[in-house]
């Protein structure tokens, strides 16, 4: 069966997380647990849920997104005896009714990609010890549900950790989605003009990338600091009302929604593609787009021509994150660091909560480090350390010249 191949390849590139698995496997520190998730059902959350699985927890996932869920993989967990609801394509009512049956599951932890599991155990006002969070959007919406006051139980912002946002959210993220937008297109991107709207560590990822590949790289930006960084790395840095008229690729890597309007649709060159990084389908305004076009049809798979009457535009994915809808996402080595991050955070929650506070969390900091010391370990790399000598000098503000 195809799902179970996927995740034994997968198995055999995560080696950090192999290593943890063994510590969990032996200790169980997630006996008699359960454990929600919602995440994008593929092969390396596969990993995962058999990590927390052996760690003693029992498990109820479902899809993160209506259309980043692989069927195949989504079997195979059936098969294993784990309650996954999780398909692709899934209509918004059949994503939410997914979302609820996790929920119905009433899980002691969660482990979350975007947040909506957790807004639908808030809304019921369950109990549940904590969570995780993987992704940024998420994280910047349980940050606002702190400041408000709202927050009903902790959150350890995974995406926050060092060694998951510097590697997943950059080298992830930049390659995946520039493999998503090939395996869509088969274009070519030498010497095409990209604009990458957002220069955050995703955006970052996916400049890199894409000048990588040849192309001409352009930057669109809200925050100064970003344009500037920009800058200096060597890209162009422009307003997206000046890039719609000249760019032929369109990435939006924001969080945000609305990034491109139909202002910017409507002075865009004919054949223009238009793709989505973000965890939601918000940051392309698609309905502007479906409500300026003549006609709409499906050109290739994951590709949509929209007729304007005077030129074409052709968006990736139905505006959702293309590195997933039209790729496999993540690669797996990287994912091996974000959710070996994800199975310490289970375990730090399961093994503290009483003490946690309702708020939202950076992994701590030894965890973290426990990553990037095993990631180094897996791959037979050594590095110096600091002799007492050189770690008092580094700490005493008595040495002088």
């Known amino acids: 069966m195809e799902g179970f191949r996927k995740i034994d390849w997968a198995e055999k590139h995560m080696k950090v997380l192999a290593r943890i698995r063994e510590e969990m496997r032996k200790d169980r520190p997630l006996e008699g647990l359960r454990v929600g998730m919602a995440l994008h059902v593929e092969a390396k959350t596969a990993v995962l849920v058999k990590t927390l699985i052996e760690a003693g927890a029992e498990v109820a996932i479902t899809g993160c997104n209506p259309m980043s869920s692989q069927d195949d993989v989504a079997d195979a967990l059936r098969e294993m005896g784990i309650k996954c609801y999780a398909k692709r394509g899934m209509s918004v009512e059949e994503y939410y009714t997914a979302i609820a049956r996790v929920a119905d ?21 369950q109990k549940v010890r904590g969570a995780s969070e993987e992704t940024t959007t998420g994280v910047l919406r349980l940050k606002a549900m702190e400041k408000e006051g709202v927050l009903q139980f902790p959150v350890i912002a995974v ?66 600091i970003r344009a500037l960084e920009a800058i200096m790395d060597g890209f162009t840095v422009m ?8 760019g032929d690729v369109f990435i939006t890597a924001t969080g945000n929604r609305d990034v491109v309007r139909e202002e910017h649709m409507m002075k865009m060159k004919d054949g223009a593609i238009l793709a989505n990084a973000g965890h939601f389908n918000v940051e392309v305004d698609v309905r502007a787009l479906e409500r300026i076009a003549r006609s709409v049809r499906e050109v290739r798979k994951n590709v949509k021509e929209y007729d304007l009457g005077n030129k074409r535009l052709y968006l990736l994915a139905e505006g959702r994150l293309v590195n997933l809808v039209a790729g496999d996402g993540h690669p797996i080595e990287v994912m091996d660091m974000s959710f070996s991050d994800q199975a310490l955070a289970v375990r730090y929650i399961a093994e503290n909560w009483e003490k946690l506070e309702k708020r939202v969390y950076r992994l701590p900091e030894e965890l973290d480090r426990k990553v990037a010391r095993l990631k180094l370990e897996t791959l037979g790399i050594k590095i110096d350390r600091l002799s007492e000598e050189q770690i008092k000098y580094l700490t005493d503000w008595r040495s002088g010249t």
Not at 117 to 123: C, G, K, V, W
Not at 160 to 187: E, H, P, W
Not at 190 to 198: D, L
Not at 239 to 246: F, G, H, K, L, N
Request: hydrophobic share 40%; aromatic share 8%; charged share 25%.
């Open 105 to 125: 599951f009433r899980p002691d932890i969660v482990v979350d990609d975007g947040a909506d599991l957790i807004f639908e155990l808030h809304r019921r006002g």
């Open 159 to 224: 995406n926050d950790a060092l060694t998951k946002y510097l590697f997943d959210n950059r080298y992830g993220t930049g390659q995946s989605t520039v493999d998503g937008i090939m395996r869509a297109t088969n274009m070519l991107l030498a010497g095409k003009r990209v604009v990458v709207a957002g220069y955050g560590w995703c955006g970052r990822g996916i400049a890199m990338r894409c000048r990588g590949m040849g192309a001409n790289v352009i930057i669109t930006e809200v925050d100064e």
């Open 239 to 246: 307003d997206m009302d000046s890039a719609s008229e000249i």
